[in-house]
């Protein structure tokens, strides 16, 4: 299993939770809803480290709010290694 931190834990909490309608998030949503005050870079990092694990992955780029944002979603071996914060 990979070994994530209690923020990385956070952080795949929030994308696998998804939105209330269902749709993955984007990185605008997931600094939202984090838990935790952090910057857009901090978060960026995180992101393509968890992404490197195996535990998420980047979806289809698609239209919001007047821009085309990048869409994250957990993986298989996420889910096995997600434990609700």
């Known amino acids: 299993m990979a070994i994530l931190s209690y923020r990385m834990m956070m952080l795949l909490?929030?994308?696998?939770?998804?939105?209330?309608?269902?749709?993955?998030?984007d990185?605008?949503?997931?600094?939202?809803?984090?838990?935790?005050?952090?910057s857009k870079q901090a978060i960026q990092f995180s992101l393509r480290s968890m992404i490197e694990k195996g535990v998420i992955e980047k979806m289809d780029r698609e239209l919001r709010r007047d821009?085309?944002?990048?869409?994250?979603?957990?993986?298989?071996?996420?889910?096995?290694?997600?434990?609700?914060?």
């Open 13 to 25: 909490d929030t994308i696998a939770k998804r939105n209330p309608d269902g749709s993955a998030r």
């Open 27 to 38: 990185l605008d949503q997931i600094i939202e809803t984090a838990g935790y005050k952090v």
């Open 67 to 85: 821009r085309v944002r990048t869409l994250y979603r957990a993986t298989e071996y996420g889910l096995k290694c997600y434990k609700p914060v």
